[in-house]
């Protein structure tokens, strides 16, 4: 058995416009790297974070990483512990799913450290215990999709089920990041409660096109069906420029472009041949808005967290 | 060109549980027909309607399929008119799809009457136009299905997507009618006008994971997924014996187990192997509440209306 292994795990991009708490899918191009090393004391510590600064605990229970490695050493009573390394490639408060990112690739570390791997979905379980500490309550749509790679479905929280969606293999996404902050547990609170009967049956025939789409290699229905008209314009206020960006976007050919999770991210998606030029028109709307901001494209090709070389 | 021709067309469960007013899906096994002749008068008439009774206009301008036809002559600026038999195989205000049937297998029937056919969207909004004399308001879910055939997908009203879903070849669909009526208008007033965001999560979950069963041919999901948490709680007490039917149905092996549209038929989802079981566990449930019911068992392959012999 090895004792010192690095997991890479990718950026998320959660709701993915129109589905709110259940859709996510990948950023591959940007990401956090765990390097884990197996230690004999009975604990779990972390030893240092580098990358991209940011307000993180280096006190593993209020860590996303540390405390997944705590409920995983936990559940399996194991008697060894772990050191961590966290490099972190995605910016906190982004929208970009950094804290599930972190989480994830300390528990497909682990995991590669065992004698017994367990099945990916106990490793969710344990990821999604760290994801309480960032956003105090627990979702899987950063998580799941993070783990399993590509655009990923999740169902439930006690029993999750979760399902891979195929993309059309042409479809790439633009992710947008503003260099502005902006809390999970912010953009949640303005969220109303209640959601009128109309505007649900626009949002459930917009999800199930999106998703029909998804698996018929439809991009008029996926281009059709891209229209969240619930959470995104309750948010929108929250990032200077949205409808710039957005506009800008859909003007250079993008399929679709929404709020990336709770935001500030922005995201479109596009076929291949019009991702740059989509790119290059939510990079100037934003400047245009006095915001600079990074950017990326990336397949929608499954590829989740993974052990990478050191 | 024939001036005689015969159309039918199938019953429709509308909503499909999860799928609220944007999915339906046929029941070929019962439908209605309808003869129409080719007349030199610029008008509609109707000469018949047999089968099933109930009361059902011969004024075409209150009837769905003399509404439907006026549409049609209207928008296409047809000279010539035409003369309508409808047999009634579908039974009023059953959450079968009646009016729709009949509607569509008009329109059908009319368009093999010309000497240049339409395309099937067109059809579609002309049926629509009937359909809003039986239920007051413009809707698909029952008209599409029944034109196209199989599990539907539709989405908006003025320029409608329409989406044919597969369903898993080994999947039956068991309708059970009890002898009660249940007005359409009076099943939709009950419906509150919100839905809690908790609510609605959920019901996207199952809507997405039902979809992405039906494409994934997974029965496992496609059984998680077929719960509607948003109208069924609403609506099922208006049809005495509700619960009973549907835990029958579970019992048996059913898949999923709802309301059909807007009731009081109800519908379950089954592999082969179990329909008749599931059939009579349904019909029996009905039984020791005192009703009477008619029933179907029914493959989902999609078979839409369709020119039929006379």
Chains 1, 2 share one sequence.
């Not at 559940?75 to 994830?104: N, Q, R, T, W, Y």
């Amino acid at each position: 058995m090895p004792t010192d292994v690095t997991a890479f795990a990718p950026a998320t991009v959660a709701n993915v416009g129109i589905g709110f708490d259940i859709l996510g899918h990948t950023v591959d191009a940007v990401g956090d790297r765990v390097r884990l090393r197996r230690i004999e004391e009975p604990t779990v510590r972390i030893r240092s974070i580098t990358g991209i600064p940011g307000d993180i605990s280096l006190n593993p229970h209020s860590n996303t990483a540390g405390r997944a490695l705590q409920a995983m050493r936990g559940a399996l009573e194991l008697s060894h512990g772990f050191e961590i390394d966290i490099e972190k490639g995605i910016p906190l408060a982004s929208g970009m799913g950094g804290s599930a990112a972190s989480a994830v690739a300390a528990v497909v570390a682990a995991n590669a450290l065992l004698p017994n791997p367990v099945h990916r979905l106990r490793l969710l379980m344990f990821a999604m215990q760290g994801e309480i500490v960032a956003s105090g309550s627990a979702h899987l749509d950063n998580i799941a999709p993070c783990l399993y790679g590509g655009l990923v479905l999740t169902v439930g929280i006690d029993q999750p089920r979760v399902k891979q969606i195929p993309v059309p293999p042409q479809v790439r996404c633009v992710l947008v990041r503003p260099h502005m902050h902006l809390g999970t547990r912010e953009a949640r609170a303005i969220l109303k409660s209640d959601v009128t009967r109309s505007d649900f049956v626009w949002q459930t025939a917009n999800l199930a096109g999106f998703i029909s789409g998804c698996y018929s290699n439809d991009l008029d229905m996926i281009r059709d069906s891209f229209n969240d008209v619930i959470i995104e314009p309750q948010r929108q206020s929250l990032i200077p420029g949205f409808k710039m960006v957005q506009s800008g976007a859909m003007t250079a050919g993008a399929l679709g472009c929404s709020i990336s999770g709770a935001g500030p991210a922005i995201f479109a998606w596009t076929v291949q041949q019009h991702a740059e030029a989509v790119r290059a028109a939510m990079v100037d709307a934003f400047t245009s808005h006095g915001l600079q901001s990074d950017s990326w494209i990336s397949s929608l090709a499954a590829a989740g967290a993974r052990v990478v070389p050191a």
